[in-house]
């Protein structure tokens, strides 16, 4: 039996064989354009819900929670009311940044601007929005317009707006457990109030509606608060040229218990002066003064003052006073007219001011008296001596025949001038039957002799 043949392999020919080994590539597959774009569509209302959430969220604190917050804060630490507040933010430390404040007064159902400020920045012993039970820790504010009046009443604006708000009572709580009661806390702030670079206005009303005001510029001061008392110290600012320290403690506020000493330190009369509408011609010198100010049950809550004045190097002869009393002698045509030192001692009570001493040393004139006026200037009374402040050789070749009056001013007289109407628009009455005053008469006697 024979075997049978082997196959012999089958061999391609190279057109089969290249077509074998050139098959196609599977072409790559493409993402779905769908997926794509509905990535895209999710993508962007993420954003802008983001951004809508953040837009709400923004005007929900910035532009509701945080103004209604500073606003309360405000209202809480006197009787005043924030009248008026600008953008509210709140900066790193967790302080509220307040900006263009104005406060309000209320008393009797009328309305007065208390103070407006730049910036306020209200500091808490926690951060706002994240712990509770904050405590106001101080107030500063920056660039404000404090403006502190006394009506015609003889109130001051500030005793009123420091008295404690009065709130509606709140409704009863349930009784908690035994010792949880707390007694409320004082909203004022236990580090104080500051103020920088402040502006203070001191307005007085008189009884007929005149004003009269002066301003503190540069104001710097702290108001703090200790059991039940305010203290004002230090208080320092630039007052016409010159300086202004000052320091108080109101211990009562009803009734009003006070006492205050201020100073002024070269104070600018010519800048004094450029308040006074009916000056015609500028005054001039340095001032120096100290006032000291209490008030207690003795008082009854009114407030006594008493200071002393001082002026050097200068010309106070354009008062209306001067002025008229130089026309009343003659002495209108005497040239270099000069203050070397003037004094003047005084008490204040509500409505007018006491002259206790006053004297005048300068050239042509010399002037002592004493008196009282109201505290804008009106119903004036003051006993005025006379005394040549030159010589009587150097003054007769200028007036010429002398007035009987000032002949005898000359000859050592004391003459008694009653100045009375008002401060800028005096009148004069010779009166030789008035009364010297012992202390007026003892300060010429005093007085080193006058030229002759």
Request: with cysteine; net charge negative.
């Amino acid at each position: 039996m024979t075997d049978p043949p082997e196959k012999q392999p089958l061999e391609l020919k190279p057109a089969e064989r290249r077509e074998e080994t050139e098959q196609p590539e599977p072409a790559p597959k493409k993402p779905a354009r769908s997926a794509r774009l509905w990535r895209l569509v999710i993508l962007c209302a993420v954003l802008l819900l983001v951004a809508v959430v953040h837009l709400v969220i923004k005007d929900l604190v910035y532009g509701r929670i945080l103004p209604d917050l500073a606003q309360q804060v405000l209202n809480e630490l006197a009787s005043v009311n924030a009248e008026r507040i600008g953008a509210v933010e709140l900066d790193s430390d967790g302080n509220l940044v307040v900006r263009d404040v104005e406060i309000t007064t209320t008393r009797d159902g009328v309305k007065r601007r208390f103070c407006r400020a730049a910036r306020v920045v209200l500091a808490f012993d926690g951060w706002p929005l994240r712990d509770s039970s904050l405590r106001l820790a101080r107030v500063d504010f920056f660039g404000a317009e404090v403006f502190v009046r006394r009506d015609t009443a003889g109130i001051w604006n500030l005793m009123w707006a420091l008295r404690r708000p009065s709130r509606p009572a709140a409704p009863p709580a349930d009784a908690g457990p035994p010792g949880t009661d707390e007694a409320p806390r004082d909203p004022f702030p236990f580090n104080g109030i500051h103020l920088h670079q402040g502006r203070v206005v001191v307005t007085l009303e008189s009884s007929d509606g005149r004003e009269v005001d002066w301003a503190v510029t540069g104001v710097e001061a702290r108001i703090e608060k200790w059991d039940g008392r305010f203290r004002f110290s230090p208080v320092n600012g630039d007052f016409y040229g010159g300086r202004l320290h000052a320091d108080a403690t109101i211990h009562d506020l009803h009734p009003l218990g006070i006492t205050a000493r201020l100073s002024v330190e070269d104070a600018d009369v010519k800048l004094l002066g450029k308040k006074a509408a009916f000056l015609k011609h500028p005054i001039s010198g340095r001032m120096e003064a100290v006032l000291s100010l209490t008030a207690d049950s003795e008082t009854q809550g009114r407030i006594i003052a008493a200071g002393q004045a001082e002026v050097h190097d200068g010309n106070l002869y354009e008062l209306p006073a001067f002025t008229g009393l130089l026309g009343l002698l003659a002495l209108d045509p005497i040239p270099d007219r000069v203050i070397h030192s003037a004094q003047i001692k005084f008490t204040a009570e509500r409505h007018k001011i006491r002259i206790d001493e006053m004297n005048f040393l300068g050239r042509p004139l010399s002037l002592f008296g004493d008196g009282e006026m109201a505290l804008t200037g009106e119903k004036l009374r003051v006993v005025l001596i006379p005394r040549l402040g030159v010589s009587w050789n150097d003054i007769l070749p200028i007036i010429g025949v002398p007035l009987q009056l000032l002949s005898d001013i000359a000859k050592g007289a004391l003459v008694p001038v009653v100045l009375g109407g008002a401060f800028w628009a005096p009148t004069f009455d010779v009166a030789p039957d008035e009364r010297i005053a012992d202390p007026v008469r003892k300060q010429i006697e005093e007085t080193p002799s006058l030229p002759k």
